[in-house]
């Protein structure tokens, strides 16, 4: 897997970001788009791509980038509310100013191993936050892909981010077909009921496809199970893996296990690098 900071700048200095957008996803996720002062995107960046956040007084935190590289308008993030960084940024408004560093990590192989390939995108929760840079990518350059499935589970269907997105422009597009599963049976949802990797092996894809996962780690685990007992590999699956990371540059040794830094070594993994890891990760 290959680094990428896509503009050659110090990814150290802090630039100031506008919120222009904010959008309640979820009762505890929302997505924030950021611009620079004079509009714009604040730097380039590559699908799968981490970006540090920070409110001056209060914290900082990393998040993936979740929107696609071929927006130039804004970066956006997907920040589910669980401490008291993302407490303070879901307070926030339309005009206020944080500030940003990045891009941070290495990418989803988009412009190689990924480029020609059926593709199968599994989601769970929040996990479709990093996956959506992906998607959106893989949507702009639509000639360079073959069939896009893309399965998301979340815990109930207000628990699935995205989900206008979801329903209203990926399900339509050519080529691309969407799974939507809730773990649990509610009143108004007529969709699958039953967790990720159930639904995965119920689905039966052929093994021919390329696999990106993301999702909570139980979810993951069981994921890959399920995709190796349909026949795939480790070389066809590729994750994320975003625990831990706290500087971003390999510095402060937060995110080290074995030989590797996740902040500069990943986030994004091929599921046979994971196997040299340290069990403990």
């Known amino acids: 897997m290959s680094g990428c900071n896509c503009s050659g700048r110090d990814v150290l200095i802090p ?21 620079a002062p004079g509009g714009g ?23 993936s980038i979740t929107s696609s590289p071929t927006v130039q308008d804004y970066q956006e993030f997907s920040i589910k509310r669980c401490g008291m960084l993302t407490d303070h940024l879901h307070s926030l408004s339309v005009g206020d100013q944080i500030t940003v560093r990045g891009p941070y990590g290495n990418h989803f192989p988009v412009e190689s191993e990924l480029r020609g390939k059926d593709l199968l995108f599994v989601a769970g929760g929040i996990g479709l936050a990093p996956l959506r840079s992906v ?14 499935d893309i399965l998301y589970g979340s815990r109930s269907k207000e628990d699935l981010v995205k989900y206008d997105e979801i329903t209203g422009v990926w399900s339509k597009a050519d ?26 092996k119920e689905l039966g894809f052929s093994s021919d496809k390329t696999a990106l996962l993301c999702g909570p780690p139980i979810m993951i685990r069981f994921s890959l199970e399920t995709l190796m007992e349909m026949g795939f590999s480790k070389k066809q699956v590729y994750t ?12 402060c040794g937060r995110c ?4 590797k830094y996740v902040c500069k070594d990943g986030p994004v993994f091929r599921c046979d690098e994971i196997d040299a890891l340290p069990d403990e990760y």
């Open 175 to 200: 080529g691309v077909n969407v799974h939507l599963t809730i773990d649990r049976a509610e009143d108004g949802w007529d969709g699958h009921v039953g967790f990720v990797p159930a639904y995965l």
């Open 256 to 259: 080290n296990i074995g030989s």
């Open 41 to 63: 995107k604040l730097f380039e960046h590559m699908p799968g791509q981490c970006a540090m956040l920070c409110v001056p007084g209060v914290s900082e935190g990393m998040f």
């Open 15 to 35: 630039q100031v970001g506008v919120i222009t957008d904010i959008r309640t996803e979820t009762p505890d996720v929302k997505s924030f788009r950021v611009c």
């Open 135 to 148: 998607i959106g990518y893989v949507s702009d350059h639509r000639a360079d892909y073959g069939t896009v």
């Open 240 to 251: 994320t893996l975003e625990l831990r990371m706290k500087c971003g540059v390999g510095k």
